[in-house]
T-cell receptor
Framework: AQSVTQPDIHITVSEGASLELRCNYS??????LFWYVQSPGQGLQLLLK??????LVQGIKGFEAEFKRSQSSFNLRKPSVHWSDAAEYFC???????????FGDGTTLTVKP | DVKVTQSSRYLVKRTGEKVFLECVQD?????MFWYRQDPGLGLRLIYF???????EKGDIPEGYSVSREKKERFSLILESASTNQTSMYLC???????????????FGAGSRLTVL
């Protein structure tokens, strides 16, 4: 069965600092990987996705993520965080033979002025 | 842009009441999903549907049912609400092939249900 682990429940960074949110997945074959962001009071919005090809993928709002098969990881990064990036971030994995995604428990990002 | 609309943002119900949560998408998507979101537990899939009148159980279907009479509408039903069903409910849709894990989900804004 597929699963996703986001080790950090809560992360605080200063505005302008770099950010890395960790995601580890468990799946027997090449997974489909996603990062979603949820602003307060809103639904989730897709930041980026990895299906195949280049292991470094670019997303919206200046985010990127790198797929590392050897580490079963798909960490999200941003070089300079803005106050508007404060939100909850979810990593998700989709399996080839199932039409549903499995989500991690989420990481809440707080941005200090 | 695809829009997924959940008719009620906030509901307060009493234990034992029947509750309907409605979700409508406007881009002719094949697939629709209901998730439940609780702090520290992420999103858990309740039910999903790949076609009209079709439904599949997700990871936590107990205490819930669904209805999909029209392609654009997917309803979540709590036959007899209980306090442990107090939660945020998120509806989502996608257009990818039903058996593909490459489902990019478009979410509604959520329905926060409180059961007293």
């Amino acid at each position: 069965a597929q699963s996703v682990t986001q080790p950090d429940i809560h992360i605080t960074v200063s505005e302008g600092a770099s950010l890395e949110l960790r995601c580890n997945y468990s799946y027997g074959a090449t997974p489909y990987l996603f990062w979603y962001v949820q602003s307060p009071g809103q639904g989730l919005q897709l930041l980026l996705k990895y299906f195949s090809g280049d292991t470094l993928v670019q997303g919206i709002k200046g985010f990127e993520a790198e797929f590392k098969r050897s580490q079963s990881s798909f960490n999200l990064r941003k070089p300079s965080v803005h106050w508007s990036d404060a939100a909850e971030y979810f990593c998700a994995v989709g399996a080839l033979d199932a039409g549903k995604s499995t989500f991690g428990d989420g990481t809440t990002l707080t941005v200090k002025p | 842009d695809v829009k997924v609309t959940q008719s009620s943002r906030y509901l307060v119900k009493r234990t034992g009441e029947k509750v309907f949560l409605e979700c409508v998408q406007d881009m002719d998507h094949e697939n629709m999903f209901w998730y439940r979101q609780d702090p520290g537990l992420g999103l858990r899939l309740i039910y999903f549907s790949y076609d009209v009148k079709m439904k599949e159980k997700g990871d936590i279907p107990e205490g819930y049912s669904v209805s999909r009479e029209k392609k654009e509408r997917f309803s979540l039903i709590l036959e007899s609400a209980s306090t442990n069903q107090t939660s945020m409910y998120l509806c989502a849709s996608s257009s990818d092939r039903a058996t593909s894990g490459a489902n990019v989900l478009t979410f509604g804004a959520g329905s926060r249900l409180t059961v007293l």
